[in-house]
Structures are given as structure tokens and as C-alpha cells.
């Protein structure tokens, strides 16, 4: 019982690596990178890691991760967060760098890519989030009026980087960059179920199913 | 995802076309040209065409080693008469430099069918689109930028078809 316990915590976060480190790690092979710059290459490789954290956001607040306690993963989502608005900044800047005028039609929805203005959008909603979840306390939010403003932002997010990842031709192979996106999804949808975020009673996250 | 992208770009292009038919039939070349008003319509500037644009670049016998070709057609708005000896700016982020540096730039004429063609270095894709970029500005006609995208990132080779109003 006890060794099929630790094999099953192994197994998740060798999952969570796996699902992660493959595709970064693919990208770092692809052919493209020999015609980019340094700044292009970082640029890109933010964009990858900042889908990354958007897996493990749901991860850590429906508790699927073993070793975290309710209380230390609500804090690790919280530094998960700040790291993915700092990797979006990244991403956006250093395509800002790589070619000006296409990043001025981007951030102003004029880009003739189909996939770029989802990840506009997507990086608004994190930047909302980011920025009310910092003043959540100061603004006197209760947490009931917190949770329906973060969901609709949180699946916002989820379905604009994986739509926008996903129409995108880059570094990225496709298998890994398709399971990363799925996992993403069935990741964001597991959690909402788990935690009903649509029932107005519950209020707080590891309140038993028994209590209702 | 390639599947997803053929699909896309397959709707990109029928939307174009339902738009040009728009455009025609909503009689926007008609205004321009009254007695032509179910000729030809003209090509509109693309969307992002004009991004990394250097204004007069050379005309070039081949830009860089080559190994790709651009192709086209020029013609008049209206009547479609091809125009000969047209300057078109050819650009791209090839495997021989970024969009905006200058090897990346190059002009070629057309014929006296109003074709062009000009070989550049392989285009990769760049912004997540492998595309182009041409530019017709000499003046005599409305300016106008291209930017097409290649089906995949694989082909060596790229059309863009030019329809010119007076400018």
C-alpha cells in the first residue's frame, strides 16, 4: 500500500516534468533556432515555459500534487502566478525587440495571424488577475467575489494560450506540444469540476463533499 | 498541428475570396471606374504587409545564394491588362537574415506579360507564419503590400498577384 503510494507520487510529478521538460526540450532542437537571434530564441522559449505554468496552476489548486498541503499549494500558486506574468512580460518584450511593427499590430488585434489575438487576450487576463489577486485584501474582496471573478479570467487564460499555442508555427513539435495543450485542458477542467467553482456555497477550497 | 493549420489557412482563403467577391459586388471598383464596375477589383494592402518595409531596395539579378522562388503577376485594375517593367520589393526572414536586415531585401521588374520572379534564400517562418512580403511603390499606381503565407514551411517557393489602381 505504502510502496504503490510513493510509486504514485513519483509518477505524478515524473508526469508533470515529463509533460514540461519534453517539449521544451524539443524545441530546443528544432532547426529554426539556428536563423533566430538570442533575444527571438528567449522570446520563445518564455512563451513555452509560461504554458508550463499554466499547467501546473490548476495542479496546485485542486491539491493533485503530492507533498503540497492545501495551504502551501494556495501559496505556491500564488508564486506561480507572479512567475507567469513575469515570463509573459518576457515573451512579449522580446518579440517586441525581434520585430517591432508586427508586435505593435499584435498588442493593438491588427495582426494578420489568426492565432495571435488569443494570446493578447490571454496575457490581459493574467495581467488582471495577477493585478487583482495583489489587491484582492486592499479592495476587500471576499473570497466568494474573488472565485467569480478569477474563473471566467482563468479559462480565459487556459483556452487562449492553448488556441494560440497551437496555431502557432515555431520551435515547438507538434505530439508534445499537443499533449502539453491537452493536458493543460483536462487539467483546468478536472479542477473546476473537483472543485464545483460554479456552486455559490462553497466558498473555500478543501471543503469535503460530505459538508453539502 | 499541420491538419489545424490547412484547415485554417483554407478558411483564410475562402473568407478572402468571399470578401473580394464583396468588394465587387458591392461596387467599391465600380466608384473608381464607373464604366468598369464589374471589372477587375484591385488588390488590397494586407495587414501587416508593410511591417520591416525598407523603403528602395535594389533590383537584383537573385537576393543572397537564392534556392527559393517569389512569383507573380502585375495587372491593371479594371481591364487586367498586365503592366510591364514594374518594380516589386521583394522580403522575408530567410535562412540568410532577419526581415528588417538589408540582405534580406530585394526588387526585380516585370515582364512584358507583367510576370515576376526573383530568387531569395529560403523563407522559414518567423512570428509563427513562414510568409513574404512585397511591396509595390512606385507611384504611378496605389501603393500596395502583400504579405503571403506559405502552405508549409517545407515549400520553396511563393506566388503574390498584384491588381493596380491608379494612383
Known amino acids: ?212 | 498541428m499541420s491538419r489545424v493549420e490547412i484547415n485554417r489557412r483554407s478558411l483564410l482563403a475562402a473568407g478572402g475570396s468571399v470578401l473580394a467577391t464583396g468588394v465587387l459586388a458591392s461596387g467599391v471598383s465600380g466608384l473608381l471606374v464607373p464604366a468598369r464596375a464589374a471589372g477587375l477589383a484591385p488588390t488590397e494592402t494586407m495587414s501587416g504587409g508593410a511591417n520591416n518595409y525598407r523603403k528602395g531596395a535594389a533590383v537584383v539579378e537573385r537576393i543572397g545564394k537564392g534556392g527559393f522562388w517569389m512569383s507573380g503577376t502585375v495587372r491593371r485594375a479594371g481591364d487586367g491588362a498586365p503592366l510591364a517593367g514594374q518594380r516589386i520589393q521583394i522580403w522575408a526572414h530567410t535562412v540568410e537574415g532577419q526581415e528588417h536586415e538589408p540582405q534580406s531585401h530585394g526588387a526585380t521588374l516585370t515582364d512584358k506579360e507583367g510576370k515576376f520572379r526573383l530568387e531569395m534564400p529560403q523563407i522559414i517562418p518567423i512570428f509563427g507564419q513562414p510568409h513574404g512580403h512585397l511591396a509595390y511603390d512606385s507611384g504611378e499606381f496605389k501603393t500596395v503590400f502583400l504579405r503571403p503565407v506559405m502552405r508549409s514551411a517545407k515549400e520553396t517557393s511563393l506566388e503574390a498577384h498584384f491588381v493596380l489602381q491608379p494612383a
Do not use: N
Open chain 1, 1 to 212: 500500500m505504502t510502496g504503490w503510494r510513493s510509486a504514485r507520487v513519483i509518477l505524478i510529478w515524473v508526469a508533470l516534468a515529463l509533460a514540461i521538460g519534453v517539449p521544451v526540450a524539443l524545441a530546443a532542437t528544432s532547426e529554426q533556432l539556428a536563423w533566430r537571434g538570442p533575444v527571438y530564441i528567449l522570446a520563445g522559449f518564455a512563451g513555452i515555459v509560461a504554458l508550463g505554468l499554466v499547467l501546473i496552476q490548476p495542479l496546485l489548486v485542486g491539491g493533485y500534487l503530492p507533498g503540497l498541503s492545501a495551504y502551501r499549494g494556495r501559496r505556491v500558486h500564488h508564486w506561480i502566478g507572479g512567475t507567469l506574468v513575469a515570463a509573459v512580460v518576457i515573451h512579449v518584450a522580446g518579440l517586441w525587440f525581434t520585430s517591432p511593427p508586427d508586435m505593435i499590430d499584435a498588442l493593438t488585434y491588427a495582426s494578420p495571424t489568426p492565432f495571435t489575438p488569443y494570446g493578447v487576450t490571454a496575457m490581459w487576463a493574467i495581467f488582471i488577475v495577477a493585478l487583482l489577486a495583489l489587491l484582492r485584501r486592499r479592495l476587500g474582496l471576499r473570497l466568494r467575489t474573488w472565485r467569480i471573478i478569477h474563473m471566467p479570467l482563468a479559462i480565459v487564460i487556459v483556452v487562449g494560450s492553448v488556441v494560440h499555442c497551437l496555431l502557432i508555427e515555431g520551435t515547438m513539435e507538434t505530439v508534445s506540444k499537443a499533449v502539453l495543450c491537452a493536458a493543460v485542458l483536462a487539467a483546468t477542467v478536472k479542477a473546476m469540476v473537483d472543485l464545483q467553482v460554479w456552486r455559490k456555497r462553497r466558498t473555500l477550497r478543501g471543503e469535503s463533499p460530505a459538508q453539502q
